[in-house]
């Protein structure tokens, strides 16, 4: 993600630097009993220390959720999770913000990974409690993994949740899965294989030690992720490396729409069309510069996905705040793309085709349904930490103008999608002449 906003930045409360940053674990118990009831599920951390940008600390979690409209309490039995895990502050510019994400791992009482279901989603360990902090909607990134799976693709699962930390209510975060080699999550397209994951990123996101190689003609840096740079073999390395730069340099050459001698030999066209509308659709601020993921695709080609980090997108995060105008005409690769025709052509039919499926009000249906669920709890989120997005919370707002200042917010996002729908319908056939 880039860095934020100086409005935020100004803004925020409390901004810490990433290396100081560390949770004061476990504030006396009466603190917890300020924890509101709610209908959404509730996670309760304690951790055994400070929670630090690695490495990961000890601590208990557990997930409490009645359903059918129930409250849940922080003195309630958990009934979704109760057990060890390890946890540690995640992102890179998110740091700055006082509301902080974190990664985490379900373990068992010896310290090893536990694979468990948690609200419906499937068995795994590692997970995300992400903040939301610079979205006032909340919403942003559950909208964008809602559609690409709509769309017939993975993305990660999400669960709106509210979160107790060491004993103090910390707010609304979204409880999703981590991106990796999964049969329910990252799978290979190549039967038998065990495929592999890479992330797209930028030298300003690059972690002390972290494995990487640079593409040969753009020169970005591409991160082993799964298997990360600790685990993958050195043959492993190299062909992964070798199969990117195959495609680094035939998107930049001269015949890169020759149908088998261009990109296409490398690129799993389908899944790189889905990847592109969807990022354009949403004007995705980070998409094709970080967080932009590879895994192996149909017939062993490289294959775009799956889809992350849309908190800059859906008009926030300038300059792509509007609902018109090319997102992606001049970023790695698909700038390129959209410069060969029969490359458009399948992005015009796939959208015909997923408007006749109803994707976008079937998307907006979702989020105005998320919006009204989640609107006790983001009173709640505001009182917690002052911020709106971008904008600071008025000392002594009432509760009913906090409810419509989110309102507001939401419906803002909702007459974006619509105007953005329109943009793509009437501009999609000349998008690399834009």
């Known amino acids: 993600m880039p860095i934020p906003h100086p409005r935020l930045l100004r803004a925020a409360a409390v901004v810490v630097a990433a290396a100081a940053f560390a949770l004061v674990p476990s504030p006396p118990r009466a603190e917890a009993q300020r924890a509101p009831a709610t209908t959404l599920p509730l996670v309760v951390i304690d951790a055994d220390g400070p929670i630090r940008d690695r490495p990961r600390v000890g601590g208990t979690m557990r997930i409490i959720h009645r359903g059918g409209g129930a409250l849940n309490r922080v003195t309630d039995p958990a009934n979704v999770y109760n057990g060890r895990i390890r946890i540690e502050v995640r992102g890179k510019s998110s740091q700055r913000f006082p509301k902080q994400q974190f990664a985490l791992e379900t373990v068992d009482a010896r310290g090893d990974n536990l694979n468990v279901p948690l609200l419906g989603m499937p068995r795994e360990n590692d997970w995300v409690l992400y903040a939301a902090y610079n979205d006032a909607t909340l919403l942003r990134n559950v909208v964008a993994y809602r559609a690409a799976r709509q769309m017939g693709g993975y993305a990660a699962r999400t669960r709106i949740v509210e979160l107790v ?91 890169f729409r020759h149908p088998t001698r261009g990109y296409r030999r490398h690129l799993d066209v389908p899944a790189a069309v889905d990847y592109a509308l969807l990022n354009e659709f949403l004007r995705n601020h980070d998409a094709f510069r970080a967080s932009t993921f590879l895994h192996e695709g149909t017939g062993g080609r490289l294959a775009m996905g799956p889809v992350w980090d849309f908190d800059l997108a859906m008009g926030f995060g300038s300059p792509d705040r509007s609902p018109r105008g090319c997102s992606l005409c001049n970023r790695l690769w698909v700038g390129r793309w959209y410069d060969d025709p029969a490359f458009v052509r399948a992005m015009v039919r796939r959208w015909a085709e997923l408007r006749r499926e109803g994707l976008v009000p079937r998307l907006i249906a979702d989020l105005q349904r998320d919006a009204a669920t989640l609107t006790p709890a983001q009173v709640r989120n505001l009182r917690r930490w002052r911020m709106l997005g971008a904008t600071p919370v008025p000392a002594g707002a009432s509760d009913a103008a906090l409810r419509a200042a989110y309102r507001r917010e939401t419906t803002r996002l909702v007459r974006w999608l619509r105007a953005r729908d329109a943009w793509m319908q009437a501009n999609l056939p000349r998008i690399g002449r834009l």
Not at 168 to 195: C, H, I, M, N
């Open 165 to 255: 930390l060491g004993g103090r209510y910390w707010g609304v975060y979204v409880l999703l899965e981590t991106p990796k080699l999964d049969g329910d999550r990252v799978d290979s397209a190549v039967p038998g294989s065990d495929g592999y994951l890479l992330e797209v990123t930028q030298d300003s996101k690059l972690t002390p030690g972290e494995r990487f190689f640079r593409t040969p003609r753009s020169r970005v840096p591409v991160v082993y992720a799964d298997p990360d740079g600790d685990d993958i073999r050195p043959e492993q390395a190299r062909a992964l490396a070798a199969r990117v730069g195959a495609l680094d340099r035939a998107v930049a050459g001269r015949a």
